[in-house]
C-alpha cells in the first residue's frame, strides 16, 4: 500500500505545479487589468498622477486606462458639496459675535488638476475654511451685533460675493451661504432685553396717548355739533316766533284776572287799590 501512494504523489506533483503556475499568472494578470483601467464615477474627475507629477488635464465620468503601477487617478469631487463653520468675530460695537455657517461650495471641474497639485485633497480645510473666516469677520465689523441680526439677508449675499472674489480664481465656487445662527454675550442679551421691554413701554404710552387725543377730538367734535345744532334751532325758534304768536301765546295763558301792577313811563300803579277806591 505504502508504494501505491508513493507512485501516486509522483504522478500528482507535477500536475499540482502546473496548477499553481497556472494559477499565479491568472492573479498576476487580474491585478495587472485592475491596476490598468479607472472607473471615474458620476460628479467626479479624475486627476492622473505618473510616479508622482500631476498631469494636466483631469478625465471624465466613465472608464479609463491607465499604466499599471506608474499611475494613479485621485478622485476629485466637483458636486456641491457642504461645509459647516463657526466664527468668533467682532461687531462695530465691539461686542463678540459667535456665527455658524452653512457653506455650499463646488469645485470646478477644469481646475480640479491644479487645485490637487498646487493645494492637495484636503484644499477644504487648507483653503476654504480659512477664507470664510476672514471674510465673515470683515463684514461682520461693518455692522453693530443688533443690525446683524436684522440683515441677515445683506450680510449672507455679501459672504457669497466676497468669498467667490477670493475663491473663483483657484477654482472654487460658493454658490450659497446660510446663517445657521448668531450667539452674542449674555450681558448684550441682556441688554437687548431690556431694550425691548423699554421700546414696548414706550409704544403703550404712546399708543394710550393717540387714544386719548382721538377720544378727546371726537368729544369736542361732538360738542361742535351739540352746539351747531342747538345754535341752529334756536335760530329757527326765533324766526318762528312772530308778534301774532307771541300775542296768542299771552291769550292762552291769560287767566281772567286783570294784571295787579302795570305802569308806563317809569310810573308804576297798583291797579287793585284803584279798583278798591271806586
Not at 490637487?116 to 484644499?123: E, F, R, T, V
Request: hydrophobic content about 40%; glycine content about 6%.
Amino acid at each position: 500500500m505504502n508504494n501505491v501512494n508513493v507512485t501516486d504523489v509522483k504522478l500528482t506533483n507535477p500536475k499540482i505545479k502546473k496548477l499553481i503556475i497556472i494559477l499565479a499568472i491568472v492573479a498576476v494578470i487580474a491585478i495587472i487589468a485592475v491596476n490598468t483601467i479607472t472607473v471615474v464615477g458620476a460628479g467626479h474627475t479624475g486627476v492622473v498622477v505618473t510616479m508622482g507629477k500631476v498631469n494636466e488635464g483631469v478625465l471624465q465620468e466613465g472608464i479609463h486606462a491607465k499604466i499599471p503601477f506608474i499611475q494613479n487617478v485621485v478622485m476629485i469631487d466637483n458636486r456641491i458639496q457642504k461645509l459647516e463653520v463657526t466664527t468668533e468675530a467682532f461687531s462695530k460695537d465691539l461686542q463678540s459675535v459667535d456665527t455658524t455657517l452653512a457653506i455650499n461650495y463646488r469645485v470646478d471641474t477644469a481646475k480640479s488638476y491644479s487645485i490637487y497639485k498646487n493645494i492637495g485633497a484636503n484644499y477644504e480645510d487648507v483653503l476654504v475654511t480659512p477664507a470664510v473666516n476672514e471674510v465673515l469677520k470683515a463684514i461682520t465689523a461693518k455692522y453693530t451685533a443688533e443690525e446683524t441680526v436684522t440683515n441677515r439677508a445683506l450680510i449672507s449675499k455679501g459672504l457669497v460675493e466676497e468669498l467667490n472674489n477670493k475663491l473663483n480664481s483657484i477654482g472654487l465656487y460658493v454658490t450659497d451661504v446660510n446663517i445657521v445662527n448668531f450667539d452674542f454675550s449674555d450681558a448684550f442679551i441682556t441688554a437687548i432685553e431690556e431694550k425691548q421691554v423699554a421700546q414696548q413701554k414706550l409704544l403703550k404710552a404712546e399708543t394710550e396717548k393717540k387714544t386719548a387725543i382721538t377720544n378727546a377730538e371726537a368729544e369736542a367734535e361732538a360738542a361742535k355739533i351739540r352746539a351747531q345744532g342747538e345754535a341752529e334751532a334756536n335760530t329757527t325758534l326765533s324766526k318762528s316766533l312772530t308778534d301774532q304768536v307771541i300775542e296768542n301765546k299771552k291769550i292762552e295763558k291769560w287767566n281772567g284776572e286783570m294784571p295787579k301792577v302795570t305802569g308806563g313811563s317809569g310810573t308804576i300803579i297798583d291797579l287793585g287799590s284803584v279798583s278798591s277806591s271806586n
